[in-house]
């Protein structure tokens, strides 16, 4: 290919990273521990119905998660919860992340063929998509299924020069 086509068009090199996960099942305790049976951990919760999730916007799921928060109670002192360990008819939410990069290399040398630099911009994040965190699931919390943090990162981007001889 002729040397000025070949430095606009030939070099470049894509990546892609995709995730997408359906989200893992939740667990259900008490707040503060509860009170448990001694050395057994945790107190965990009181189901008395299905867990569902709510639907609709994002902001009201992020604030309310659980479209009926009452069917996870605290139990009795000093009882065990019916609660499992993780319940899987509720789950976190979905979360879908991409990191991307793009980069063009240039010959620096027709002497020494193998000197090259690497310009090279990288994006993880990069559709800066939210992805949000587990709702809180301790039945007696003031907080009880609101969703506080971003389980990912806002899109951060790095340019990097890199001389391959």
Known sequence: MPRVLDAMIGGWKT???????????????????G???????????????KPERSHGSDSYW??????????VQVPAPYTLGNAGRTTGSIRTPT?????LSIAKQFLLS???EGVRLELRLE???????????TPDTYAGDPNFGVTNYLAVNPRQCQLAIKIVF
Request: glycine share 10%; aromatic share 12%; charged share 5%.
């Open 62 to 71: 992020v604030n309310n998660y659980f479209s009926n928060p009452q069917v």
């Open 110 to 112: 027709n002497v020494h």
């Open 95 to 99: 979360s879908f992340t991409s990191d």
């Open 15 to 33: 990546n892609g990273i995709w995730e997408l996960h359906s989200g893992r099942p939740l667990s259900f305790f008490t707040s503060n521990g």
């Open 123 to 133: 994006a993880q994040n990069a559709l800066n998509h939210p992805v949000f965190g």
């Open 35 to 49: 009170t448990s049976l001694p050395t057994y951990g945790p107190q965990t919760a009181e189901l008395v119905g």
